[in-house]
């Protein structure tokens, strides 16, 4: 007697595959539509949840081996936190709030003006190589008798600032005119949308929040959120997480605990492993950069250790660095190709370190993914999410890694088996 069709193994997962691809259609992004219009306040909740996830080692230490309770251990470590937080700003917020004014003085009032001075030395010493040409030429060509006019070819040519050897392989004029353009353009920049267009780029959703609150007042209301949340997912962490196991089939629970352990070992190694590769590469950049003669090496530096979090983002504060070095030298007349190869030699080296040194001893090969792996997902997630999507990518695509190695590729190589 033939076995009915819907007791076949390839039948039932095909169902089940149909009606999963039916909540990706449907369900899934209703509710991912409202997650993201939801995202400013759910930022901070989230955030509030990986900085407990992070301490949790520390806070089960002490609750463990001191036999501190859980809420000590908490408040404890968010003291520690803020204090260490207090002293790194009481050191840094000076040189900090300086290179920072210096940078927004020279974008929006002496860039425009150098780069003008430059450009308008330039052109003068062109006017005067096209106009002392004709001089020279006629002075050796008098035949009438008299005495020649003095020759003041020389003196003129010593008088004229020769232009930048960088402009003698263009068309000066082109250069000058594109120049002049950009500048005036960047000086009549405002400056309001150009802080509106940051913080959307955030895309944190702070408008969802009111019109009348300010991306100011929003951070500190993210701060007090994220400062109560923290508390208390510290607090209840190991709680929630034992009260979560019985709900898991008894006939699964051994394998899903496996599972989830291995998700726990590759998240934890790849945010703590990032936190302490951003801080590095931070301290090595604004070094580096000060020794390198970098205009706003301090403020470039932990910009660019921050966007170390995101996979080959720093590389933005790289650019940054070369053209502010560029301007720099520029504008002091003082401009060589060392100029824009110290910058990128110093964060060459800053990479190679990363890559070889810190990389491995932190965070070693937890999530497993290859560089092209994981560029797609931070791409993908950032179409997705935004800034939080590339935060979230690699490590959403580990644990679906991990998921398909373990669970989905046996369960398929089992049915092909059968058949």
């Known amino acids: 007697m033939n076995e009915p069709l819907w007791n076949r193994r390839w039948f039932q997962w095909l169902i089940v595959s149909l009606a999963a691809l039916a909540v990706a259609a449907f369900v ?35 609750h463990r081996r001191l036999k501190v309770r859980r809420s000590l251990g908490t408040a404890a470590v968010m003291v520690l936190a803020v204090a260490l937080v207090l002293v790194v700003l009481l050191l840094i917020s000076k040189p900090l709030a300086q290179q920072a004014g210096q940078l927004v003085g020279w974008l929006k009032n002496d860039w425009p003006t150098k780069l003008q001075e430059v450009l308008q030395q330039t052109q003068d010493a062109t006017a005067d190589d096209k106009t002392i040409a004709p001089q020279t030429d006629g002075s050796e060509l008098q035949t009438n008798g008299s005495e020649a006019q003095p020759d003041n070819t020389e003196a003129q040519t010593d008088n004229a ?18 120049a002049g353009r950009g500048s005036e353009a960047l000086a009549n920049l405002d400056w309001k949308q150009v802080w509106s267009l940051l913080v959307s780029s955030l895309d944190i959703g702070v408008g969802t929040v009111g019109t009348a609150i300010s991306f100011t007042s929003y951070l500190a209301l993210a701060a007090v959120v994220t400062a109560f949340c923290f508390f208390f997912f510290s607090w209840k962490f190991q709680p929630l997480c034992d009260w979560f196991v019985p709900f898991i089939p008894r006939s699964h629970r051994d394998k899903t605990l496996e599972l989830l352990g291995k998700m726990d070992q590759t998240v934890a190694a790849f945010i703590r492993g990032r936190l302490v590769q951003a801080t590095v590469m931070g301290i090595v950049l604004s070094v580096g950069w000060w020794i390198a003669g970098v205009p706003g090496f301090l403020l470039l530096g932990l910009l660019s250790g921050a966007l170390n979090l995101i996979p080959f983002a720093a590389v933005i504060g790289c650019a940054a660095a070369v053209a502010l070095s560029a301007y720099g030298a520029v504008a002091g007349g003082q401009f060589t190709l060392w100029v824009l190869l110290w910058p990128v030699l110093v964060y060459a080296i800053a990479q190679t370190l990363d890559g070889w040194v810190v990389e491995p001893l932190v965070q070693g090969k937890a ?37 398909s190695k373990e669970v989905l590729l046996p369960k398929l190589r089992e049915l092909a088996a059968e058949h």
Not at 28 to 57: D, E, H, K, Q, T
Not at 161 to 178: G, I, M, S, T, Y
Not at 372 to 399: E, F, Q, R, S
């Open 367 to 403: 999530t497993d993914l290859d560089p092209v792996t994981v560029l797609l997902v931070v791409m993908l997630g950032a179409a997705l999410g935004g800034l939080l999507g590339m935060m979230l990518a690699i490590p959403v695509a580990a644990c679906a890694k991990i998921l």
């Open 28 to 62: 899934l992004p209703l509710v991912l539509g409202l997650l993201y219009a939801a995202r400013s306040v759910l930022v901070p909740v989230l955030a509030a949840f990986a900085l407990a996830y992070i301490v949790n080692p520390l806070v089960n230490l002490l």
């Open 161 to 178: 600032a020769p232009p930048p050897w960088w402009l003698k392989w263009v068309n000066r004029e082109q250069v000058h005119d594109w």
